[in-house]
């Protein structure tokens, strides 16, 4: 929303889209970032179905070497190629709700199944496409990834690591196509943040999760390490903010441990809410298996919290060990119940060398999200970067701008 935003600031008009029909929090955000009827292809008309059949029988020149590559080459499974075709086929179904629309550009986030849908209808439109590549959708779920990057016009990509990891296992993939967009957050105010530690005089040391109730973001994990603390007589309170469809799952397994007086599930969390709970949060802890560069750790540091987090993908580039927060060994669970053992016993107090430390690391990690994830800085660098690539050489007034389709 916020990208679309600041398109249009710059004069670009664009309509937002989705392929599937938004569930009732999605869709207060769509209708808020729709000026212009948004596009939803969910649910499915039998009319815009057969349009579509029609539009790729008659242009199936245009889509053949992709069709060929769904069904010939490859080593996807018989299952996987044929949700492939049926993508193909909702991509010509998009490309009919497209057509006297004005649009110019398709740019898609996500390189799940959206984003061939996406290139099917821009290519049987003759327009551009282009899409941005996150987290699990490029390291764990990279379906026909090959192709989408071969042919989309610009790939963005939220980190160093992101890049790195498109032109290792995508050697063929032109270089200067791969963009890092990094994301941001807008930082509180500088008066309402504290960076001097304050020792821990209660005994209850407060640990912070936050992120949707999603297996990549393992906080099965996190019941696991609180159980282990509990055993080991470490007195802390947990709570983990977000909602999501592993809620059940991890409600029986905080019954199953007995930690129903030490780990709450807060459900979605308002941000005024949010706030408070960044504030008393002694350490805020980050268990995803995948991750682009969180935005939730972006958040804490900004509030000058301390983080720990694990050693995957970009969040080195954000957590500098040390120095603007603190890493564990993925998946090791005694080094991450480790850590925490050793930052409670730091921000006791009484070494004050290293309450001098941690200061510094609050610090630290403020300036960092300052200087190199900040939304409104990033959010400029990406408009400057987006219209360079989709602009063609003949615009003169930036109120030319063709109108940029998002799904």
């Known amino acids: 929303m916020e990208e679309i935003q600041e398109l249009r600031r710059r004069g670009v008009s664009v309509i937002a889209g989705s392929v599937r029909q938004p569930n009732s929090a999605q869709d207060l955000i ?4 729709s000026r212009t009827t948004a596009l939803k292809l969910e649910p499915l008309r039998m009319l815009i179905l057969l349009r579509g059949l029609v539009l790729a029988a008659r242009h199936w020149e245009r889509i053949s070497d992709l069709l060929t590559r769904v069904l010939i080459k490859g080593r996807e499974s018989p299952m996987l190629r044929l949700k492939a075709l049926a993508h193909t086929w909702l991509g010509a179904c998009y490309a009919i709700m497209l057509q006297g629309r004005g649009v110019d550009h398709i740019h898609v986030h996500h390189g799940y199944f959206g984003s061939w849908i996406a290139m099917v209808a821009a290519r049987l439109l003759g327009m551009g496409f282009s899409m941005t590549l996150h987290g699990s959708d490029l390291l764990l779920h990279g379906v026909y990834l090959d192709t989408k990057l071969k042919y ?4 963005v990509t939220i ?9 290792e296992h995508f050697p063929e993939i032109d270089p200067t196509k791969i ?3 990094r994301l941001g957050v807008n930082p509180p105010l500088a008066k309402t943040v504290s960076c001097s530690v304050n020792p821990i005089v209660r005994n209850s040391f407060n640990l912070l999760a936050v992120g949707r109730l999603h297996k990549v973001k393992n906080h099965a994990f996190l019941v696991q390490a609180c159980a282990r603390l509990r055993d080991l007589g470490f007195d802390f309170q947990c709570a983990i903010a977000g909602s999501g469809p592993e809620r059940e799952r991890l409600e029986w397994l905080i019954r199953e441990n007995r930690l129903q007086e030490r780990l709450t599930l807060l459900g979605h969390v308002r941000k005024p809410e949010m706030d408070a709970l960044y504030r008393d949060a002694d350490l805020v802890v980050l268990t ?3 991750e682009g560069i969180p935005l939730v750790l972006m958040e804490a540091m900004a509030r000058a919290k301390i983080v720990l987090a694990p050693a995957i993908t970009g969040i080195p580039e954000l957590v500098i060990p040390g120095k603007t927060g603190f890493l564990y060994q993925p998946a090791e669970l005694e080094d991450f119940i480790r850590r925490i053992c050793l930052l409670q016993s730091l921000m006791q107090g009484r070494d004050r060398p290293w309450t001098n430390r941690l ?3 609050r610090h630290a990690a403020r300036v960092q999200v300052l200087r190199n994830f900040s939304r409104e800085h990033n959010l400029r660098r990406f408009g400057d970067a987006f219209l360079q690539f989709i602009a ?6 930036r109120h030319e701008n063709p109108v940029l389709q998002q799904i």
């Not at 769509?30 to 970032?33: A, I, L, N, S, Y």
């Not at 980190?159 to 032109?167: Q, T």
């Open 159 to 167: 980190s160093d690591f992101n890049r790195r990891f498109i032109l």
């Open 179 to 181: 963009r890092v967009a």
């Open 392 to 397: 063609p050489h003949d615009w003169s007034s």
């Open 359 to 361: 200061d510094w690391i």
């Open 288 to 290: 995803s298996v995948s």
């Open 152 to 155: 989309c016009q610009s790939c």
């Open 30 to 33: 769509f209708r808020e970032t």
